[in-house]
Nanobody
Framework: QVQLVESGGGLVQAGGSLRLSCAAS????????MGWFRQAPGKEREFVAA????????YYADSVKGRFTISRDNAKNTAHLQMNSLKPEDTAVYYC??????????????????????WGQGTQVTVSS
């Protein structure tokens, strides 16, 4: 069974950067698609970014496109989210997620929470103005 643990969150000023990490344990996730979602207080969990197991396909929410970059290191069983030019509206708990679904099955639904069956506990990101 796969467990995911996020790290790297914190408090940063607007315009700053943070790099979130997602460490997987229990088994390799080299054949899992990985995603990042976020949830702000009083709001639904929303898609941020996702990457296929082979790193050939990436998706980004329009709100983060050009500022955030998702990456993964299959040898280290980790995924990362580099967040630059942070804005106060990026404040949220950020969750790492994974799915063993094939790329063909995952791709059309990659932005949906239901596409993922393994979730981390989340890491808080707070951006001050």
């Amino acid at each position: 069974q796969v467990q995911l643990v996020e790290s790297g969150g914190g408090l940063v000023q607007a315009g700053g950067s943070l790099r979130l990490s997602c460490a997987a344990s229990g088994r390799t996730v080299s054949n899992y698609a990985m995603g990042w979602f976020r949830q702000a207080p009083g709001k639904e969990r929303e898609f941020v970014a996702a990457v296929s197991w082979g790193r050939t396909i990436t998706y980004y929410a329009d709100s983060v496109k050009g500022r955030f970059t998702i990456s993964r290191d299959n040898a280290k069983n980790t995924a990362h989210l580099q967040m630059n030019s942070l804005k106060p509206e990026d404040t949220a708990v950020y969750y790492c997620a994974a799915t063993r679904a094939t790329t063909r099955a995952w791709a059309p639904t990659a932005t949906l929470t239901d596409a993922y069956d393994v979730w981390g506990q989340g890491t808080q990101v707070t951006v001050s103005s």
